[in-house]
């Protein structure tokens, strides 16, 4: 059987205006961070799970981030974070944040990939993150956003 707000659930709705992104993500206990690449910022949203927490507990970091493969870039953590609740594998998407456990290094794709056995999705970009790519490394500092 399919359930349909009730009249005061859909007043109530409209009532409290628009939600915005970084509403939704407060609301969700999502943590929004960003990346600084000279003078770009691009910012990303972590999910609300214990490697994601783990990870912010982690920040403010300074990084060389190398490309893997044309489809992502990486950087040593220097540990793996708390793994608890992940599942056993991700199918990655361009923009998504991930950490491969198995080498305890941060993986930013920006292609898809395959699923992987071992890696572990933290959060995602919130809009394009070109100032990552190119050929090299990139030094990037990464914080949580105010």
């Known amino acids: 059987m399919v359930r349909f707000p009730t009249k005061a659930a859909l007043t109530a709705i409209l009532l409290t205006g628009p939600v915005t992104a970084n509403e939704t993500a407060a609301e969700a206990g999502m943590t929004r961070i960003r990346f600084i690449v000279g003078q770009e910022v691009l910012t990303a949203t972590l999910d609300d799970n ?17 490309d893997y493969h044309g489809t992502e870039k ?31 290094n941060l993986a ?36 949580l956003a105010e």
């Open 108 to 143: 930013l794709f920006y292609k898809p990939f395959q699923s992987s056995a071992g890696l572990l999705r933290l959060g995602q970009f919130e809009g394009p993150m070109d100032a990552l790519l190119g050929s090299g490394e990139v030094r990037v500092r990464i914080e």
């Open 74 to 104: 990486v950087a040593d953590l220097g540990r793996k974070l708390d793994d608890t609740g992940a599942p056993r594998a991700y199918t990655p998407k361009a923009g998504d944040i991930t950490q491969y456990r198995p080498w305890g």
């Open 50 to 66: 214990a490697p994601a927490r783990d990870f912010a507990a982690m920040l403010p970091l300074d990084l060389t981030l190398s």
